[in-house]
């Protein structure tokens, strides 16, 4: 009878204490539990495939930021960060001690900057492949590596701007027959003395540079490299002979320049890019805000693209279905018979 009495005492008391403890569990679980779901919801987030409609207009600032600093950096530096084409015969008419006129190590700064674009295409293109397992294509538009890369550009272009503003690199006019064009704050008998230092921004700048292209071969923008126009000049001249046939095909004058002769105006406003990025970049360094200015411009572009992909639209489901469905569609059993 005291046994039985004991165990029904005892009873609420062990009931409540239970619960009280299991209430105390999901108070003190509650905040890892809320944390872990921002946590997952920022991870999914930054794991989202962006669409790449609307990407071109990306593309024309690159081009618009190459033309800008490979302006300046040819002015003070004698050599071009983004353009490897200009710096591969710079690096051959040095080595076989061409011009004349020329500083007898200067094709060093040609060489460095080919083999940090080189070294910039490695990484880039790491970030974008590694989650396809290195597949060609297609290769990855996670919302994540377009921040990663960008913000990483970004902060290479700062540390040269940073560097010029300080002084610490040539940042005036070429010199004829000198390494180094000395800085601004320099005096007029020590500007031609060799600054090695100036090697560090042209191998931050070119490798940079590189995540430009990388972002065009993402697109599928095999033929807009961002840094060269070459191509672009032949593709567009060459396609005028369609100009006829494209006018015959469209049902209107919008049609005509939206539709069928798209990729020429792409081409066109791309070479038109570049040439203001040169232009804007050659007017900004004679004037009062110089070499330092004209990169800084070139700091703010890059970070706006880096906030602009933070804030890009994902690729839907419906979309991200089609692209799978879309080799199906075209395999062997659905052509005609």
Request: charged share 15%; aromatic share 12%.
């Amino acid at each position: 009878m005291s046994r039985s009495t004991t165990l029904t005492e005892n009873t609420p008391v062990a009931s409540s204490r239970s619960s009280r403890t299991l209430e105390e569990g999901k108070y003190h679980d509650g905040a890892p539990s809320n944390r872990s779901q921002m946590f997952g919801s920022v991870r999914d987030y930054l794991e989202q495939e962006l669409v790449a409609k609307y990407m071109g207009a990306v593309i024309l600032l690159c081009f618009f930021v190459s033309g800008l600093i490979d302006a300046v950096a040819f002015n003070s530096w004698n050599c071009f960060v983004g353009m490897q084409t200009g710096n591969t015969i710079f690096a051959a008419l040095g080595l076989s001690g061409q011009p004349e006129a020329t500083h007898n190590r200067q094709y060093y700064k040609s060489l460095l900057a080919i083999a940090a674009f080189c070294l910039g295409t490695l990484f880039f293109n790491f970030l974008h492949r590694r989650p396809t397992n290195f597949h060609s294509l297609p290769a990855s538009r996670r919302r994540w590596i377009l921040v990663t890369s960008f913000c990483i550009q970004t902060i290479m272009v700062a540390t040269a701007a940073s560097l010029v503003t300080a002084h610490l690199v040539s940042n005036r006019p070429y010199i004829s027959g000198v390494f180094s064009s000395g800085s601004q704050k320099d005096e007029p008998h020590i500007r031609s003395r060799m600054i090695w230092l100036d090697l560090c921004p042209i191998a931050l700048l070119a490798f940079g540079a590189a995540g430009q292209v990388t972002l065009s071969r993402v697109l599928g923008l095999m033929e807009l490299p961002t840094t060269v126009l070459s191509a672009l000049f032949h593709d567009f001249t060459a396609d005028l002979y369609n100009l006829k046939w494209a006018w015959d095909k469209s049902m209107s004058v919008k049609g005509f320049f939206l539709v069928e002769e798209r990729r020429q105006l792409t081409r066109l406003n791309s070479i038109v890019a570049l040439f203001l990025g040169g232009y804007v970049g050659g007017r900004m360094y004679k004037s009062p805000m110089g070499m330092a200015g004209a990169l800084w411009f070139a700091v703010g572009i890059k970070f706006c693209i880096t906030v602009a992909f933070l804030l890009w639209k994902k690729e839907t489901a419906v979309a991200e279905q089609e692209e799978t469905e879309m080799p199906q569609r075209g395999g062997p059993e659905t052509l005609p018979k």
